[in-house]
């Protein structure tokens, strides 16, 4: 089409002659899958972003400022022009973000993160006009949300120390300028909210509490974000991977997502795996919403495409008129992405879902595949996304669609919260028991010295990829300890053999020779005799500590704890054995000596376990599959396992698949699914399972 006749040469044989008043513009972010034959036929035009600056951003939305608010448009003005620059400028500088972004959309999301104040003093039609004594209070507010809005859009998309770096920059320059309502002395300025002392009426993202005329006088100020969730307590009776101990992390995050997306703004939360993103964002939606958003919950992996993506989405809308289409009237649908940067890049470096929906966010649609050229419009939609840092599996995500979204870093938490979350988990299982809770600060707080010891130690290596360990593990420890009835924990004895068991199942059973092995129970030894003063050997009484919950046979209630009568155990372990080659044509003629015991035991731990998944490494005949098979009978669960034949493909996995989840969830059948690497036929596979 470059060349001087201007002709397009269709696959189909056609021919389409461009005219003369035809020429062609692409916008691209870089050169480098063009080849030097188009660049040589194309007029280059390059645009450094430096040269257009951020003040055309600012004063373009300074013109659209609300009416309620156009007064005081030099205000606003004269904060962009002290801080904002400033601010990008010293994070680019000084810290380190978790995903990179651009100068223009740090700009973007602080003003969008400042429209979210506005709904609150803007009359709506039909409802009583603002009061006039709370419009003249507006003034105080500005300021203090130019800074709130500063630290979630500039001061969000940076990792944990470049927070206390920019808290420090941002405490000296607003007393630099002279800023009427500061900070409190300790902790971060993220660790603080405006409370507007209900100036904003209701619940609209803004304010905390009703509007009545006589409170308007209240006082503002910055609260601390825990204020009034300090005492939590653990709901009886709730699973553990139910369990929700509010943290600042996950109050702050919710309450800048319901202001983001009660507003329709596009979001995205970015942060290492196992910060809680996911289960912050679920909670939110599912819990705490305005009952006219929908949530919608949809996860990418490295096999999603573009077509499934816009089929998925489609499936989901009604139509309002031609071409637009949208969700029921009166409600708007909030679609969560998890993994967002997970898909495959192509041939040329794109990702196909992300460009989807990118051209969404770009011009509110995409075109319908089924009729060529037309072009679905979509209304109340919001997009609220959530991506680990690229690396391992997840890839770099083009800026063209981050420049949309406003971020929200999701940093490693802190000790105190982990510390935290974790005592009150402990206290509210200890309490059935005669110990009392003395114990559960200091175990808390060691078991977290052993997990951050160990992440700095067992570093990945390719001999030992496995090698990594999240927050997920250290909930594990005390995940595995709340299966033990409190009550049967006598002593401190009894307490710290359940601890050292349940540390060396996590982290231990990971380990892939005796030198690593033997270092992380030395680790825990050590714990034991210079923290808590007991003598190892009261302990660790006898080698190895088995715990289990299949010493009684047919009883309803299984009951998980020490065994410590090896022989009955192993006694037991052969009657199963003999009941399962009785029921089964294929014997299994097992010997069963104490290797074999062990990880028989490993594997009914964890398929006891809510949520309980196993991968079992080891050479081919050390017994991976039997002892799984032994293990599953024993927990009276079903075992199911796939056919491989000739023919056998994507249809009849998924139909396999399906079979499984109906059969667990339908008729509520307890269910192992055995899958071996041998019967890996196509990736997907995996990606389905995940």
């Not at 609300?66 to 904002?84: G, I, N, S, Y």
Request: with cysteine.
């Amino acid at each position: 089409v470059l060349d001087d006749n201007k002709k397009l040469c269709l696959s189909s044989g056609e021919i389409i002659k461009l005219t003369e008043a035809m020429t062609m513009m692409f916008e691209v972010a870089d050169l480098a899958v063009a080849s030097p034959a188009t660049v040589s036929r194309c007029g280059m035009v390059y645009l450094e972003p430096s040269i257009l600056g951020l003040s055309p951003f600012v004063f373009c939305w300074l013109r659209r400022l609300p009416e309620a608010f156009f007064d005081h448009k030099d205000r606003f003005q004269r904060l962009f022009d002290l801080f904002l620059e400033d601010a990008i400028a010293f994070i680019r500088a000084e810290c380190r973000e978790i995903v990179t972004s651009v100068d223009g959309a740090l700009t973007f999301s602080m003003l969008k993160l400042l429209e979210c104040f506005f709904p609150p003093f803007i009359p709506k039609e039909g409802e009583r006009p603002v009061p006039s004594d709370v419009m003249e209070r507006v003034p105080e507010l500005i300021e203090p949300w130019f800074i709130f809005a500063l630290i979630w859009s500039v001061g969000a998309t940076v990792d944990e120390n470049g927070r206390s770096k920019f808290s420090d920059w941002l405490r000296s320059k607003m007393k630099e300028h002279g800023i009427a309502l500061q900070f409190p002395e300790q902790g971060l300025v993220y660790d603080y909210l405006f409370d507007d002392g209900g100036l904003s009426r209701g619940d609209s993202g803004g304010g905390a509490g009703e509007e009545e005329d006589e409170e308007a006088a209240a006082e503002i100020g910055w609260v601390n974000w825990m204020k009034g969730s300090e005492n939590f307590e653990v709901p009886a009776n709730v699973s553990y991977s139910d369990i929700m101990v509010p943290t600042m992390d996950t109050v702050r995050s919710a309450y800048i997502i319901h202001m983001l997306v009660t507003n329709n703004k596009p979001m995205l939360c970015v942060g290492p795996t196992g910060t809680g993103k996911s289960l912050t964002i679920a909670d939110k939606l599912l819990r705490n919403m305005p009952h006219h958003i929908i949530p919608e919950f949809f996860t990418f992996s490295a096999r999603t495409s573009a077509n499934q993506t816009q089929d998925l989405i489609d499936s989901k809308l009604d139509k309002r008129r031609k071409g637009i289409f949208g969700p029921p009237l009166g409600k708007s649908f909030v679609f969560f992405i998890d993994d967002l940067n997970m898909p495959a890049l192509e041939t040329y470096g794109a990702q196909p879902p992300i460009e989807l929906i990118r051209q969404f966010q770009d011009h509110s649609g995409w075109y319908d595949r089924k009729v060529i050229g037309s072009f679905r419009t979509l209304v109340d939609i919001t997009f609220l996304c959530a991506m680990g840092p690229p690396g391992g599996g997840r890839n770099p995500i083009t800026a063209r669609l981050t420049r949309h979204f406003n971020y929200l870093s999701f940093t490693e938490m802190d000790d105190s919260s982990k510390h935290r979350i974790f005592s009150i988990i402990l206290k509210s299982w200890i309490v059935s028991s005669p110990l009392g809770p003395a114990e559960v600060d200091k175990l808390a707080s060691e078991s977290i010295e052993v997990y951050k010891k160990i992440v700095t130690e067992l570093l990945p290596t390719p001999a030992k990829s496995h090698y990594t360990f999240n927050l997920r593990d250290l909930s594990k420890v005390f995940q595995g300890m709340l299966m033990v009835d409190a009550a049967a924990v006598a002593s401190r004895e009894q307490l710290l053999r359940l601890w050292f068991h349940e540390n060396l199942r996590v982290f231990q059973d990971r380990l892939i020779n005796d030198a690593d092995r033997d270092w992380f129970a030395q680790l825990l030894q050590e714990k034991m005799t210079q923290q808590f003063g007991v003598d190892v050997a009261a302990v660790v009484n006898r080698s190895p500590v088995l715990y289990g919950d299949f010493m009684q046979p047919n009883s309803d209630t299984k009951l998980y704890g020490e065994m410590d009568d090896h022989e009955a155990m192993l006694g037991v372990m052969k009657e199963y054995l003999e009941d399962y080659n009785q029921i089964n044509t294929a014997r299994m003629n097992l010997v069963l000596f104490m290797d074999a015991v062990q990880h028989v035991c490993r594997i009914s731990r964890v398929i006891r376990q809510p949520l309980g998944n196993a991968l079992l490494l080891g050479v081919g005949g050390s017994g991976r599959q039997s002892l799984s098979r032994l293990a599953t009978h024993m927990a009276e669960y079903d075992l199911f396992q796939i056919e491989l034949t000739k023919n056998y493909g994507n249809n009849e996995w998924r139909e396999d698949l399906k079979t499984i989840m109906l059969k667990a969830g339908l008729e509520n059948k307890a269910t192992v699914f055995l899958f071996p690497d041998t019967q890996i036929k196509s990736e997907s596979f995996l990606e389905d399972i995940n």
